[in-house]
């Protein structure tokens, strides 16, 4: 599959979900709708399957993936699970809360996976569409975000394409994401803390001094649109295409309620549209720093960097 150039768009129904998971078997690459944003899977246990998303994306080798479970039987296959981070994960999965764990010895992954670490970033995604998927693979499935390393990431199956197209096999289309960014990351460490490394819509543990990149989301310079970004801006200056929140209109808005849930859900779709304007930069309003809106901040800290 890998010499075809023209990406397959499938409609994520029944018959969608079995030709992706033949395609997966058979070491391709499938982008797919989770809660959060759409993931690009592969097969976890095939080095590869795991290359051709670091070759797809341009992604950096030191820069580790998460792996998607169906859920902690699964999960207790690829990692040291404590009683901690089962706790976390009973309260939490299904549901876009990811969490960095010793790595089995015997789990079997690609090394590329964990990109050289002792630990091992995993999820059980809360979407129909990837669930059904996890539930006829019986294989974990490593998936990071469905784009170019680095710029915007993808909440409609549009947005995969505008930088994914030709470079992978199928897009499962099950429409636009619901959560809009990605998931938390939190670190269970030998000591009992819970140390948060990238913000989302789950608020758990303590945020922690940067020890390198220890998962997805960290480098400085991420989500970005190709193009200069303004924050905090009330207005917009000349050449700049306003994203708006609450009060501040702009051209199109996170939220016209103020609403940081649907700021979220819409940040990345925003972030898309801004690209594709005509005005040489992007300006976007101020985001409270409070619940998802640190999440929130955060990539549009990364976007802007």
């Known amino acids: 599959m890998s010499g075809k150039n023209v990406t397959e768009v499938v409609a994520a129904g029944l018959e969608g979900i079995a030709r992706a998971a033949r395609c997966l078997e058979s070491g391709g690459l499938v982008a797919v709708p989770t809660e959060t944003v759409y993931g690009l899977a592969a097969r976890a246990d095939r ?13 950096p080798d030191f820069n580790p993936l998460i792996v998607h479970v169906a859920g902690l039987t699964q999960a207790e296959r690829l990692a040291d699970i404590s009683s901690l981070a089962r706790t976390l994960a009973e309260a939490h999965w299904p549901g876009p809360l990811t969490l960095v764990l010793p790595r089995r010895k015997d789990a079997g992954l690609a090394e590329a ?14 979407h129909p569409v990837m669930r059904a998927l996890l539930e006829r693979c019986d294989f974990p499935l490593a998936a990071p975000s469905a784009n170019r390393s680095g710029f915007i990431s993808p909440t409609t199956a ?9 470079r992978i096999d199928m897009v ?4 636009a994401t619901s959560a809009g960014v990605e998931s938390t990351i939190v670190a269970v460490r030998a000591d009992g803390s819970v140390e948060e490394l990238r913000p989302g819509p789950v608020q758990v543990g303590t945020r922690g001094a940067a020890r390198g990149i220890e ?35 702009g051209d199109v808005t996170l939220s016209a309620s103020g609403d940081c849930t649907e700021a979220a ?32 901040n955060d990539r549009l800290r990364r976007a802007a960097a």
């Open 47 to 59: 080095p590869e399957a795991v290359a051709r998303i670091y070759a797809a994306k341009g992604r």
């Open 113 to 126: 996976v964990t990109a050289g670490l002792p630990t091992i970033a995993l999820r059980a995604p809360d």
């Open 158 to 166: 549009a947005h995969v394409l505008a930088s994914l197209d030709g």
């Open 172 to 175: 499962l289309d099950g429409g």
């Open 215 to 249: 998962a997805p989301g960290q480098l400085a310079s991420h989500y970005a649109p190709g193009k200069p970004v303004r924050l905090n801006a009330l207005a917009a200056q000349d050449g700049e295409f306003l994203i708006g929140f609450g009060a501040v209109a």
């Open 265 to 296: 859900a819409r940040l990345y779709a925003c972030l898309h549209e801004g690209a594709r304007a005509a005005a040489p930069r992007i300006a976007v309003a101020p985001v409270p720093e409070h619940g998802v809106g640190r999440a929130i």
